[in-house]
């Protein structure tokens, strides 16, 4: 929502400003169409060139977190720390039962329990993987946590594409508009004996190429880049939060002990209260 609302400021406030200024709008929306072609197609054309197809699908896709936000809502941290709360215990206790549930996530009742985490195969894998290493004895609390890092900032660098591709195009699309203008000045003066009044309304068309490009760089597409690094960063506490729990695990801390170590990481506003998690946990175990 607070997306929406932001782009409809920014037109409002522009267009808006320049009629009670006393611009005509008529001039640039008859411009509007053929230099958005030229300057949108080839912003279109340049994402396109500059990137894989991974890239481009992802971005296509990432585009709607614009407005929905991060994925990782506060309930999925409390659900994350109940679900590595009885995976740290089941090893403890049993690592024989520990195995049917890391090599098999998909048919895991513990899983099961926690349906948006267990739709998340980084997440999946993130656990699985690191509790199979310890079960075969790969253990050391600094290789692991290392391990986990390059893991992460690996996976960190993939979910910032979108926004790096967002941030290109942004980059590009003054300069493509300067490219549009320029094409308009060469349309004017191919026209130099006109008279005055339509020399000046070939001109104000050829600014509207500059305008758009600067407008669609600082005012949509760059704003689009960063709120999308700012998602992926977001939700890349998520996966911290994995890190940290496990790797306090190695540390052979108790269970309750790594839970806590989890929550005290989990960013503020999605950190659920000591108590949410104890009662969390309570329930969790009855349910087991």
Not at 23 to 38: Q, T
Not at 112 to 117: K, N, Q, S
Not at 138 to 163: C, F, I, T
Request: glycine share 10%; charged share 20%.
């Amino acid at each position: 929502m607070i997306g929406m609302i932001g782009i409809a400021v920014v037109f409002v406030m522009v267009f808006g400003g320049y009629v009670v200024a006393g611009g005509k709008l008529g001039v640039v929306m008859h411009a509007l169409p053929y230099e958005m072609a030229m300057i949108g197609g080839a912003a279109i054309g340049a994402f396109l060139l500059g990137n894989d197809i991974g890239t481009v699908k992802t971005t296509l896709r990432d585009i709607g977190k614009v407005f929905r936000g991060a994925r990782w809502k506060p309930g999925d941290y409390q659900d994350l720390l109940c679900l590595l709360f009885a995976l740290v215990r089941l090893a403890r206790s049993n690592p024989v039962a520990l195995e049917e549930h890391i090599e098999g996530p998909g048919s895991s009742a513990l899983f099961a329990r926690y349906p948006r985490i267990a739709a998340d195969h980084e997440a999946v894998d993130l656990i699985c993987d690191t509790l199979r290493a310890a079960s075969m004895n790969y253990d050391d609390p600094h290789q692991v946590e290392e391990m986990l890092d390059k893991r992460m900032e690996a996976a960190g660098h993939h979910a910032l594409a979108s926004s790096h591709a967002l941030q290109s195009m942004a980059d590009a699309l003054p300069a493509l508009g300067i490219v549009a203008a320029v094409l308009g000045v060469i349309k004017t003066m191919s026209a130099i004996d006109q008279p005055p009044e339509v020399l000046g309304g070939m001109i104000g068309g050829a600014l509207v190429g500059t305008f758009l490009g600067v407008f669609l760089a600082y005012g949509i597409v760059a704003p689009f880049a960063t709120r999308l690094k700012a998602v992926a960063e977001e939700d890349g506490h998520f996966y911290i939060l994995i890190r940290e729990v496990l790797v306090a695990n190695l540390h052979a801390h108790p269970a309750n002990i790594c839970v806590e170590v989890g929550r005290q990481n989990t960013p503020h506003d999605k950190r659920p209260s000591f108590a949410d998690i104890e009662g969390a946990l309570r329930a969790a175990k009855e349910a087991a």
